[in-house]
């Protein structure tokens, strides 16, 4: 890819992904290394302009997408699927809602 803003926005934000997913040690991971010859293969020369630049980016920015979302969806699993089984006046009140009460005083039981 060229070195324009863009390209090089969309290549730190890859590697900063890389980071959050293998912490310090990210540099010695294939996937790093994959990525940055893949950007200093398709770095563009003031001798050559193609159509597999632009097409390069396109990729390069939806491997981006990719890995912030599944970052962001594991973080969202994990808030709000590692409790295990929760009760249903938990649930009620997760959406804002109580149980109803039963004449006697007795709240809802199994």
Same mark, same amino acid.
């Given at each position: 890819?060229? !070195?324009?803003?863009?390209?090089?926005?969309?290549? &730190?934000?890859?590697? /900063?992904?890389? &980071?959050?997913? =293998?912490?310090?040690?990210? /540099? =010695? $991971?294939?996937?790093?290394?994959?990525?940055?010859?893949?950007?200093? /293969?398709?770095?563009?020369?003031?001798?050559?302009?193609? &159509?597999? =630049?632009?097409? !390069? @980016?396109?990729? $390069? =920015?939806?491997?981006?997408?990719? #890995?912030? $979302? $599944?970052?962001?969806?594991?973080?969202?699993?994990?808030?709000?699927?590692? /409790?295990?089984?929760?009760?249903?006046?938990?649930?009620?009140? #997760?959406?804002? @809602? &109580?149980?109803?009460?039963?004449?006697?005083?007795?709240?809802?039981?199994?």
């Amino acid at each position: 890819m060229a !070195a324009s803003p863009s390209s090089l926005r969309v290549y &730190r934000g890859i590697l /900063k992904e890389l &980071r959050a997913m =293998q912490g310090q040690n990210y /540099k =010695q $991971s294939l996937a790093y290394n994959y990525v940055t010859d893949q950007f200093r /293969k398709n770095q563009v020369t003031g001798e050559r302009y193609c &159509r597999a =630049q632009q097409e !390069a @980016l396109h990729a $390069s =920015q939806t491997y981006l997408c990719l #890995l912030a $979302s $599944s970052r962001n969806h594991q973080a969202l699993h994990n808030l709000y699927h590692a /409790k295990g089984e929760r009760n249903p006046e938990d649930v009620a009140g #997760l959406v804002g @809602l &109580r149980l109803p009460t039963q004449p006697g005083g007795k709240g809802w039981e199994k």
